[in-house]
């Protein structure tokens, strides 16, 4: 069973900056889609950003030139830095993978447990 990691959330101040970080346990297939989902309190979950293996890249227009997602495919891990920070981002926030056979057909699909960001004064 694959396991996901996150860490790096925390409270900050309007206009700061945090990193997160998603670790994944090894899988026989690629991860062909890693990414950073939301949820706030009283609203549904939200995509902020996608990374594929390939390096294709989909932002959330709310985040998009703030947020910035990178991966490590070599370490399947996957990160997030996120700039300017707004109290509207204030949620937990939860990473994503899909790991997928060669020709892309997704085979599982797994959730962190989440992180707790903050951004408040």
């Known amino acids: 069973q694959v396991q996901l990691v996150e860490s790096g959330g925390g409270l900050v101040q309007p206009g700061g900056s945090l990193m997160l970080s998603c670790a994944a346990s090894k899988s026989r297939f690629t991860f062909y889609v890693m990414g950073w989902y939301r949820q706030a309190p009283g609203k549904q979950r939200e995509l902020v950003a996608t990374m594929t293996s390939r390096g294709s890249t989909n932002y959330a227009d709310s985040v998009k030139g703030r947020f910035t997602i990178s991966r490590d495919n070599t370490k399947n891990t996957a990160f997030l830095q996120m700039n300017s920070l707004k109290p509207d981002d204030t949620a937990v926030y939860y990473c994503?993978?899909?790991?997928?056979?060669?020709?892309?057909?997704?085979?599982?699909?797994?959730w962190g447990q989440g992180t707790q960001v903050t951004v408040s004064s």
């Open positions: 994503n993978a899909k790991e997928a056979d060669i020709a892309t057909t997704i085979l599982g699909d797994y």
